[in-house]
């Protein structure tokens, strides 16, 4: 669905991403993990069009994305969940997936689409009149995806979806990733948190410095005692 080659990426003179390189089947959950600066948020943002290759290509069912405009990805079936969340936080929930949906005419998908939601997030719909900003940090990580799920797109860019989270919140948000897989979206997930990410991924690969590192099946690289060592501390 998704192949990424050679993926080059320059902040001014310095070089972000070296050549990356991987690719993400349709139906699957891909992880990519590395350490802070090994370029895993840069490739998810030259994949969704906010950041622009220097190099490389990117192809997304057969056609050619490379630099397209991040408004223009959408549409194709591209929904990127970034780091950090960014939520509205003075809007209520269902404010904030009413608006993920504004550019689709058709209403009746939107409100289909916030069903999905509810159905993948029981505890959204129980929050639907809140702020976003009265939400834990676990709520509106749910709601970040929640709200590009109502945008749609075949595939999901997530990134960092543990980061800051308690450990009990962290494993809920796997359970939810795995779920929404099942539903019959396509995952790509950048994680600081290997093992959890190897655990429930189906492809893996590691970022090193800009390059890719090591790649192969979750199970495999998991077990690889380079991986272990480097990223699961045993």
């Known amino acids: 669905m998704l192949t990424v080659k050679n993926l080059k990426v320059n902040y001014g003179q310095i070089e972000a991403i070296k050549e990356v390189s991987f690719e993400v089947p349709e139906g699957k959950i891909v992880t990519l993990i590395g350490a802070n600066g090994a370029g895993k948020t840069t490739t998810l943002r030259a994949i969704s069009g906010l950041e622009k290759a220097s190099g490389g ?126 539903m019959g979206r396509t995952i790509l997930l950048v994680e600081q948190n290997a093992a959890e990410a190897l655990e429930i991924a189906d492809f893996a690969y590691v970022l090193e410095v800009g390059y890719t590192k090591y790649s192969g099946p979750a199970k495999v690289m998991k077990a690889d005692p380079r991986v272990r060592e480097a990223y699961l501390g045993v």
Do not use: C
């Open 57 to 182: 290509t990117i192809t997304f069912k057969g056609k050619d994305i490379t630099n397209q405009e991040a408004h223009q990805l959408v549409p194709l079936g591209i929904s990127h969940v970034p780091e950090g969340r960014k939520i509205f936080p003075t809007l209520t929930v269902y404010e904030n997936l009413e608006i993920a949906g504004w550019t689709i005419k058709d209403k009746k998908i939107v409100k289909q689409r916030m069903e999905e939601v509810f159905t993948a997030f029981p505890r959204i719909r129980e929050r639907i009149s809140q702020l976003g900003g009265t939400l834990s940090g676990g709520e509106q990580q749910m709601l970040a995806v929640g709200r590009a799920m109502v945008t749609g797109g075949e595939i999901l860019l997530l990134d960092e979806p543990s980061m800051g989270l308690a450990p009990v919140l962290v494993d809920e948000i796997f359970e939810r990733i795995v779920a929404l897989n099942k």
